[in-house]
């Protein structure tokens, strides 16, 4: 094994091409690790490195390690990255290019194609510069309860929050329209994923916080998909072309990112929505999804997390989670109702054409 890895580490070498905070903690499981920081400096840090040094043999190392891939997986790894190897941009990166190959279970030409399409989206869309062309989204979009939380699940993995049931999905729409909605989305998700290149050097979550208390880089996300309070009003089909468009997106550019995606305490109204909503998954996401209920939820997510780094809103009387350290922490966990005087910066807004009966719509949409 030994071995096998220093063979494929040394052929790594040869193939390089090119392109803080405050003090904070970080709790693991039951354990509160405090994160000292020797940096003083409060600007973006967007600095992109070269190929070469991505892709140096200590990169490499960390990556293999954090995945534990196998020698049969470490070769169809190693053919990936030679394939891209005439992809200049900072997103060929052991460390993403890792995603795409465990995602596609190792299919080298499945997540070259993938990759191909990715990186042809973000020069098309000018994704590389849009956080530096956005700012952050309105202080509106702070009822949005979408975060990440400071703890982590049982394997040392970031856990990912969608409180979907609380999100005033319609209140946001009217207020900004599809469009200005799916820039906080992009925005939400380059935050997200994005280690440092263009994320501000406060919001650098995965270098500040992450990789200082765990040594090591992020691999996936467990994700929890919050429905408690689901109502009519996120039913409605502009919110599920919302669905469907990030739903595409997340699959199509941000592959790899889930090892698990746990429903949480679906309601009966979800079994309607879900005959729709399942159709913008494809079959390898559609396997990572679980489906809990009120009554089992705890029981199923003690398996996967301690139940203690849940915020209360999600565990009353038990938990303790916050957000993660940075824009996060903006976020409103309750979520609820966007304030009637809370005003948007957006112009775009856009306006449903139909007020026709939800369910109606719906059952014809699933049959």
């Known amino acids: 094994m030994m071995i096998t890895r220093l063979l494929y580490l040394s052929l790594w070498g040869i193939l390089g091409l090119s392109c803080l905070v405050n003090d904070s903690t970080l709790q693991v499981g039951a354990d509160t690790v405090v994160v000292p920081n020797n940096s003083t400096s409060t600007t973006a840090n967007a600095t992109c490195e070269t190929a070469e040094a991505r892709w140096s043999d200590t990169n490499v190392k960390e990556v293999l390690d954090a995945w534990q891939f196998t020698p049969e997986e470490q070769a169809r790894f190693l053919e990936l990255r030679i394939r891209l190897s005439d992809i200049d ?4 990166d052991p460390a993403e290019v890792a995603r795409f190959i465990k995602e596609h279970n190792f299919h080298v030409s499945k997540a070259e194609e993938m990759f191909r399409g990715m990186i042809a989206w973000r020069l098309e869309n000018d994704i590389d510069t849009f956080m530096e062309r956005y700012g952050e989204p309105p202080a509106i979009f702070h009822y949005a309860p979408l975060f990440l939380l400071r703890g982590l699940d049982h394997d040392g993995d970031p856990i990912f929050v969608e409180r979907i049931g609380v999100l005033d999905g319609w209140g946001l729409y009217q207020r900004l329209g599809l469009d200005a909605m799916m820039d906080a989305m992009r925005f939400v998700s380059e935050v997200h994923t994005s280690r440092e290149v263009g994320i501000r050097t406060e919001w650098q979550w995965q270098k500040g ?16 998909i919050d429905l408690e309070g689901l109502g009519l009003q996120l039913l409605r089909p502009a919110m599920f072309q919302l669905l469907s468009e990030t739903a595409r997106i997340a699959q199509d550019h941000y592959p790899g990112l889930a090892k698990r995606i746990v429903m949480v305490r679906a309601p009966r109204l979800f079994q309607m929505a879900w005959k729709v909503a399942v159709h913008f998954y494809d079959d390898r996401v559609q396997d990572k ?8 939820y705890l029981d199923i997510l003690s398996k996967y997390m301690d139940l203690e780094v849940l915020p209360d809103v999600m565990y009353p009387g038990g938990g303790k989670g916050s957000q993660m350290p940075g824009f996060f922490e903006k976020i409103r966990m309750e979520g609820g109702p966007i304030p009637k005087d809370m005003s948007s910066s957006s112009s775009s807004l856009q306006q449903e054409e139909t007020n026709t009966a939800l369910l109606s719509d719906l059952t014809a949409a699933s049959a």
């Open 209 to 224: 916080h992450y990789e200082r208390v765990m040594g090591k880089r992020v691999t996936q996300f467990t994700i929890l």
């Open 89 to 92: 941009h900072w997103k060929n």
């Open 289 to 296: 999804f679980i489906f809990t209920t009120k009554e089992d």
